[in-house]
């Protein structure tokens, strides 16, 4: 039989959170979330990590991979910023046709080839063995696969926010289908910085 234990973790809090300019590295908060998730993976038979290529997303990864000697990283686009589905409107609650409005038409292609590309790669168990890996990466490519384990309705990724430096971990086996085995687990972060990256009305 075959386990891949997928980890996935947002990015941590960036700089200039309310613009997510493209460069924007971590803040301070951000850089102690990060290194707080490395402490939380130490121990964790991780074969690699992966992550996307934005600033915010290297960052994280590099001080996560301080916990976590001999661990290879890499960057992956897979693993980068992207709309995971050309949703359709129709039907949506009026927040979500307006948030779906503002992408372009490239990135309405560009994005779901490489979320599809990243499900291939990620989303899958191996033939035999176990593998461990992380994927420190965005808010959309975490919904996208929760959903997608749940096989929830294409739509559904929308409305869901994943916490800076949250944890998400799914289980895909060769004799089941895939398991939630932690969602947005933010059990590593003292309270103080748990909730950044959360619409301001949704932190608890």
Do not use: K
């Amino acid at each position: 039989m075959g386990v891949r234990l997928l980890y996935l973790a947002r990015h941590a809090e960036q700089e200039h959170a309310e613009v997510e300019a493209p460069q924007a590295g971590l803040s301070a908060r951000g850089r102690r979330q990060a290194t707080l998730l490395g402490e939380r993976m130490r121990g964790v038979p991780l074969r690699v990590v992966h992550h996307g290529p934005l600033r915010r997303a290297v960052e994280t990864a590099e001080l996560v991979a301080g916990s976590l000697p001999g661990v290879p990283v890499y960057e992956s686009e897979l693993a980068g910023d992207h709309l995971p589905h050309d949703t359709d409107a129709t039907g949506l609650p009026p927040s979500y046709v307006d948030f779906l409005a503002g992408f372009s038409p490239a990135e309405r292609v560009d994005g779901p080839r490489v979320t599809a590309a990243a499900v291939a790669r990620f989303a899958t168990a191996p033939a035999d063995g176990e593998v461990r890996e992380l994927v420190v990466t965005h808010s959309f490519l975490i919904a996208w696969l929760v959903r997608h384990a749940l096989h929830a309705p294409e739509w559904r990724w929308l409305g869901f926010n994943a916490h800076n430096a949250g944890l998400t971990v799914i289980r895909y086996s060769s004799a089941g289908p895939p398991s939630l085995i932690a969602v947005n687990d933010v059990a590593h972060l003292p309270p103080e910085l748990r909730g950044t990256g959360l619409p301001a009305d949704y932190r608890i």
